[in-house]
């Protein structure tokens, strides 16, 4: 069973999601502009050229923080053109000096050979490392390379422990692929209603994964008995929200099911999204 068929991305950091990038800078009054922490409010008004240069003297005073988010700035072009090449630098110092993140970060460039050599061994042990440092990006991504075998021997039991401490701390991906786990023969434990309580709170982020694991347990019978109509509500709402595969499976229920369940499925999704957006 591949765990990952339907989402196989790793999120971004916070900055690359929570900055407007075409907000106009703003003068940002800090006491010592050359800090990541100064640098890390300068992203907040979206001041990249100050925040730029704090952590490009933060990386040259051998800070690995400031050396990571020098790099993470670079590839992401948050005040640049994106240069993926001029990040790896401050990405490998990042990483020589301890930098869980940047860690995570090299690895995953050699795992997928972005601009270095592709080298599972390399990559699977700088995000393994960085697994063991706490990182929770790491943690899950050490987790997928331990249940795949990819640069390092399949190691079940690892690879549940590091998936269950990054969902444990709110990582949406690793919070799915534990479900998944639940639902499959890989696990120590076959547990359905686990399974539906994580869906149920990605789903309730509006993550088109979780809202299809929802629609995949009500459609299988898995949680009793088989409800097309919950299945589809949520095979509706993946679609709308990304989902892939979905939009064929709302499909395939609709020729089992009668134009008054299709319809209170299409109401049920309406009021759900609503909720959301409330909620929001």
């Known amino acids: 069973m591949n765990l990952f068929l339907h989402r196989n991305i790793i999120p971004a950091i916070a900055l690359a999601v929570s900055i407007p990038l075409t907000s106009t800078a703003q003068t940002t009054d800090v006491e010592d502009p050359s800090s990541v922490a100064s640098g890390l409010r300068a992203l907040e008004v979206a001041d990249f050229d100050l925040a730029a240069r704090s952590f490009r003297t933060a990386f040259e005073a051998g800070d690995p923080e400031g050396a990571f988010l020098l790099g993470r700035m670079l590839e992401l072009g948050l005040g640049s053109p994106p240069n993926l090449d001029a990040a790896i630098g401050p990405y490998v110092v990042a990483s020589e000096s301890g930098s869980a993140a940047a860690k995570n970060r090299l690895g995953l460039l050699h795992m997928r050979g972005e601009r270095v050599l592709q080298d599972y061994e390399v990559g699977a042990a700088l995000i393994c490392e960085a697994a063991e440092l706490g990182d929770i990006n790491g943690a899950f991504n050490c987790g997928r390379i331990l249940l795949e075998g990819r640069g390092q021997e399949p190691d ?64 299988s019978g898995l949680l009793g008995q088989q409800d097309l109509v919950s299945a589809h509500q949520y095979f509706n709402l993946a679609t709308a929200f990304g989902h892939p595969d979905a939009a064929q499976l709302r499909a395939t229920l609709e020729a089992a099911m009668s134009t008054s369940d299709i319809l209170l499925a299409q109401q049920r999704a309406r009021e759900w999204q609503a909720q959301l957006s409330l909620e929001d």
């Open 156 to 219: 079940m039991q690892r690879a549940i422990d590091h998936v269950k401490f990054a969902a444990d701390n709110g990582h949406i991906d690793a919070m799915n692929t534990l479900a998944r786990i639940n639902l499959s023969d890989l696990g120590p434990d076959h547990n359905v209603e686990a399974a539906k309580q994580l869906f149920a709170q990605t789903a309730a982020l509006g993550h088109p994964d979780g809202l299809h694991g929802l629609g995949e347990l009500h459609a």
